[in-house]
């Protein structure tokens, strides 16, 4: 796995293979799943990795971010990064190459 | 096989969230540690395509997520790829588990197709003579080339290896196994002894020098691979001293329905005796799991006894598990005697002792000798 401090702000990132990640009706949350577990995410999470398209830069995710939850980007950038961080380092999502 | 907690951070809110659907019983091998019921013959009138989707889609409305397809040797209905499609259509995380045998690159293939996500292969030892005595049947080469198969299609996959007296010393072997076929998880799985396995548990029994053995080549690997492998080591409970946390506590989130339909909070329980569990033929889904009396009887902790009930972490492992519970002492409300709190945990201490009294010579072995159908391995 690549080192997880390694991305930056035009870097790009998709969900891993392994895993499935979706909106739960019944929960009221996007889930992640993966073989023989399940991850719930609060609402901060689930916007951030519905984000994590192949497509969307972290930049803007981060700008999505904070139009949706109406905050300053300079507030929700170093959060993006900071979750971002965690998820690569769980393997729930990898670097688009 | 009687899980030993799942890993999860949500609760199901009172629904069920884990579906096993135990297809049918009938398998190519005859494994001596097979979780499978010992009066198999009993139980073969096995669902219909049409009435597994109902199942498949009654589960999900009540909350059903995450869906495994098992057996016996669940690649024997050819209606597989057929159910698994239909499950992937509804949002379910489709698991297939499965020794290997049946399979082919083209049904792989299909099964790809229909949107399986992710495939548990069962292997009984790095060693193709050993690999024998334990599966009754010779298919060390099948699993290698259907396991490679597997990693070629680009499915994740968990090797499952249950581990006992007779390869409890292959575990480094085991490990390089896993490593060379590129499987993302490796579970050594302590055998469990129910059904199969309780038959054949003095033959199966490892001593606990090697089990601490293999513990420390487990941590080993574990630093070298790094983040390559994950390897579970899960710990046999006849040796914890703590019971394990079976299935999330009884009709918590766990949902097993059994090839004729009757539908049970783990494969095990059909061993409980004097429990009519009702089946999908003649109750609707959601009352037998709400409404039931079988899936009320040991829910929450009301029906505990001491020392459970007054116990500090009775909401850890919900007094671990009622049919080893029932099998051992007699009465499935006592606490699992694997527990050194419970005054039953003697008998797990003296079937240890008589286990490892016993001479262990692989051709007393008990093979599973009902359900088997022969199949071109």
């Known amino acids: 796995m690549a080192d997880s401090n390694n991305h930056n702000s035009r870097s790009r990132f998709r969900i891993a293979p392994v895993f499935m990640f979706r909106w739960e009706e019944s929960q009221q949350a996007y889930v992640l799943m993966y073989p023989e577990g399940i991850v719930k995410l609060n609402t901060t999470a689930g916007e951030i990795l519905t984000r994590c398209n192949g497509t969307n830069t972290v930049d803007d995710i981060v700008h999505q971010l904070s139009e949706l939850f109406s905050e300053q980007p300079e507030f929700i950038e170093p959060r993006v990064h900071q979750f971002l961080e965690v998820c690569h380092g769980k393997g729930w999502i990898q670097p688009q190459s | ?377």
């Open chain 2, 1 to 377: 096989m009687a899980k030993a907690g799942s890993n999860l951070n949500l609760d199901g809110q009172g629904n069920p969230v884990w579906l096993l659907l135990e297809l049918t019983y009938k398998c190519p091998l005859k494994c001596a540690f097979c979780s499978n019921p010992t009066d198999l013959d009993d139980h073969q009138d096995e669902l219909t395509t049409a009435e597994w989707k109902t199942v498949i889609q009654d589960a999900r409305k009540m909350g059903a997520m995450q869906i495994g397809f098992s057996g016996g040797e669940p690649t024997l209905r050819k209606d597989l790829e057929e159910l698994v499609a239909e499950a992937n259509e509804l949002g379910y995380y489709t698991n297939l588990i499965t020794s290997g045998i049946g399979l082919t690159r083209k049904r792989l293939e299909n099964l790809k197709k229909a949107g399986l996500r992710h495939i548990q292969l069962g292997f009984q030892s790095s060693d193709p003579q050993t690999a024998h005595w334990l599966a009754g049947v010779d298919c060390y080469e099948k699993k290698v080339n259907m396991a490679r198969e597997i990693k070629a299609l680009g499915f994740p996959m968990v090797l499952n290896m249950p581990i006992s007296s007779l390869n409890i010393h292959q575990v480094p072997d085991i490990i390089d196994l896993a490593a060379d076929i590129g499987v993302e998880y490796l579970e050594l799985a302590n055998v469990q002894y129910y059904n199969w396995a309780l038959v054949n548990r003095d033959q199966l029994m490892p001593t606990r020098e090697a089990l601490e053995t293999a513990e420390a080549q487990v941590a080993e690997a574990r630093k070298q691979l790094g983040d390559k492998m994950t390897i579970f080591f899960v710990i046999p409970d006849y040796y914890e001293g703590r019971p394990k946390a079976c299935m999330n506590g009884w009709g918590s989130i766990h949902l097993t329905i059994a090839p004729d339909g009757v539908v049970l909070p783990c494969s095990q329980a059909r061993s409980l005796p004097g429990l009519d569990f009702p089946g999908v033929r003649d109750h609707d889904l959601n009352w037998i799991w709400h409404e039931s009396e079988s899936f009320n009887l040991y829910r929450g902790d009301n029906w505990m006894k001491e020392p459970c009930h007054s116990c500090s972490e009775r909401e850890l492992d919900f007094g671990g598990c009622r049919c080893q519970a029932m099998l051992l002492t007699g009465d499935a409300a006592n606490a699992d005697p694997a527990c050194s709190k419970s005054p039953h945990h003697h008998i797990v201490q003296e079937a240890v002792t008589r286990a490892l009294a016993t001479k262990q010579d692989h051709k007393k072995l008990i093979a599973r000798d009902v359900g088997w159908v022969p199949t071109k391995v």
